[in-house]
C-alpha cells in the first residue's frame, strides 16, 4: 500500500508563498505508469483537484492557480511538491497528495492513496 505524507503548510499573509511537500513510500514511483496530484478542500466545499503531475513529469492545473503553483516531483526522494505564490484568502484549505496507480489522473476517483492533508491558511 502507497503511503503519503504532506507537509509545509501553514498560515501566510496574502501575497506570500509556501511550498508544500508529499513523502511518499514503498517505492511509489517504481511503477511503470502513475500519477500524483494535489488536491484542496475548503470548509463548505467539495474537493478540487489543484494540480496533476505524470511520471514523464507532464503538468496539468487548475485554471484558479496558473502561473501562480508549480508542481513537481522528486524521483530519487520519492517527494512531491507544490510551489505556492501569491496566495490569496480563496486558496485556503486542506492540501491532500494523492497517487493514482495506473496513470490516470483524469478523475478524482483515479486517485486510490491519499495523504491526511496539511492546513494552508491565507490571511488578509
Known amino acids: 500500500q502507497v503511503k503519503l505524507v504532506e507537509s509545509g503548510g501553514g498560515s501566510v499573509q496574502a501575497g506570500g508563498s509556501l511550498r508544500l511537500s508529499c513523502a511518499a513510500s514503498?517505492?511509489?514511483?517504481?511503477?511503470?505508469?502513475?500519477?500524483m496530484g494535489w488536491f484542496r478542500q475548503a470548509p463548505g466545499k467539495e474537493r478540487e483537484g489543484v494540480a496533476t503531475?505524470?511520471?514523464?513529469?507532464?503538468?496539468s492545473y487548475a485554471d484558479s492557480v496558473k502561473g501562480r503553483f508549480t508542481i513537481s516531483k522528486d524521483n530519487a526522494k520519492e517527494v512531491l511538491y507544490l510551489e505556492m505564490n501569491n496566495l490569496t484568502t480563496d486558496d485556503t484549505g486542506m492540501y491532500y497528495c494523492?497517487?493514482?496507480?495506473?496513470?490516470?489522473?483524469?478523475?478524482?476517483?483515479?486517485?486510490?492513496?491519499w495523504g491526511q492533508g496539511t492546513q494552508v491558511t491565507v490571511s488578509i
Open positions: 514503498e517505492f511509489a514511483y517504481t511503477y511503470s505508469r502513475y500519477c
Open positions: 503531475i505524470g511520471r514523464e513529469r507532464r503538468a
Open positions: 494523492a497517487f493514482s496507480m495506473g496513470g490516470y489522473c483524469d478523475l478524482q476517483a483515479d486517485f486510490t492513496y
